[in-house]
């Protein structure tokens, strides 16, 4: 819807994505369509010079193809379907020469001509039909536009088509050189002609094709795109813009989380704090009874001190005991053998007289 479309205060609400205003010119056809079906072949970029961003935004859905080196970037197409190969007549890889410095000249070109540009940069891409995309990737899908932007494979695209089975509403092709407003499309002009389609009007650049049985549409086809249109031009300022938008609102995002971590931080803080001091508290406790634990010890060792003394002195008193024993013994020992001596003499002793 297009109140989901960007706003831009003072400016007109409907923005233009597309090169060429190719979008405005789609718009009108499509008035009277809330959400369709749009098939992107050659889509550049999700947003730059993109036909399709405009419609994305007010809810259609559709299919894009790019070989090239933005395809990484549809990612943030969540409703579309995304495809990283090459549109040709055949299913067989070819080779995606890409210019760095124009990528809208950048083309698809077989092998062969790969191995005259050795300087060229080069990538090996899938290929598939626009027959098998329709009948097998978008089967019964209504698809009110597709856009064929496919820098010079055009020619072999259209004409290997059968455009009598696959019938999208509005054909919007690329049909001039590069660079330049001449147009390329006599060959595969017939042939879509042929098919039923009414070439309606020419851009500059494009050519669009209304299919017989959508022909009323033509219409919306016969002014060029003006004010009243109401739209104002998307440039690579306003990508930035979005882009920066877009950064802002992750880092938001970013900023809430951080923002949950801390007050869980927090949390965890309070609750280690309240931890800390039950240690504190319990270190107190442990601190007093390891300190009269201490104090008993202290007393217990001076009484293992005093009592060792004690014994020390006894022991010194019990040995000068012994000593003083001991001399007695020999003293007696002494005296009883001189008393043995003094009893062998005793008879011849001379007698006192009378």
């Not at 124009?102 to 698809?108: I, N």
């Not at 098998?132 to 820098?151: P, Q, R």
């Not at 031009?233 to 995002?253: I, S, V």
Request: charged share 30%; hydrophobic share 35%; aromatic share 12%.
């Amino acid at each position: 819807m297009e109140s989901d479309l960007p706003q831009t205060s003072g400016r007109p609400s409907k923005i233009s994505y597309s090169q060429n205003f190719e979008d405005v010119y789609i718009d009108r056809v499509f008035s009277d369509v809330e959400k369709g079906f749009y098939v992107d072949l050659g889509a550049y970029h999700p947003s730059f010079d993109s036909v399709t961003k405009y419609f994305y935004c007010k809810g259609w859905r559709g299919v894009n193809v790019e070989p090239g080196p933005n395809f990484d970037e549809f990612i943030t197409r969540d409703r579309d379907i995304n495809l990283k190969v090459a549109i040709a007549q055949t299913s067989e890889p070819r080779a995606f020469i890409f210019n760095p410095l124009l990528p809208g000249t950048s083309l698809v070109a077989d092998f062969s001509l790969v191995a005259s540009e050795p300087e060229a940069n080069v990538e090996k891409v899938q290929c598939m039909t626009l027959d098998y995309l329709f009948e097998n990737v978008i089967a019964g899908e209504h698809v009110h536009f597709l856009k064929i932007d496919i820098e010079g494979g055009e020619d072999a695209v259209i004409k290997s088509t059968d455009w009598q089975k696959i019938r999208p509403e509005l054909l919007l092709i690329e049909s001039v050189l590069p660079m330049t407003n001449h147009r390329c499309d006599e060959n595969w002009r017939p042939h879509l002609i042929e098919s039923g389609y009414h070439e309606v009007f020419f851009d500059g650049i494009n050519v669009y094709y209304l299919r017989q049985e959508s022909l009323f549409r033509a219409k919306e086809l016969n002014r060029p795109c003006n004010v009243l249109d109401g739209f104002t031009k998307y440039g690579y300022a306003d990508y930035q813009l979005e882009q920066m938008n877009k950064h802002y609102e992750w880092l938001q995002g970013r900023f809430k989380d951080a923002e949950i971590a801390i007050a869980d931080t927090k949390k965890d803080l309070s609750w280690l704090q309240d931890r800390y001091a039950e240690l504190v508290d319990h270190s107190e406790v442990v601190g007093r009874h390891r300190d009269a634990h201490d104090a008993w010890m202290r007393d217990l060792l001076r009484r293992a001190e005093e009592d060792r003394d004690a014994k020390i002195n006894e022991i010194k008193q019990l040995q000068k005991t012994v000593e003083q024993l001991r001399g007695d013994l020999e003293r007696l020992q002494l005296q009883k053998v001189g008393n043995r001596k003094l009893s062998r003499l005793w008879p011849f002793w001379p007698k006192r007289p009378p």
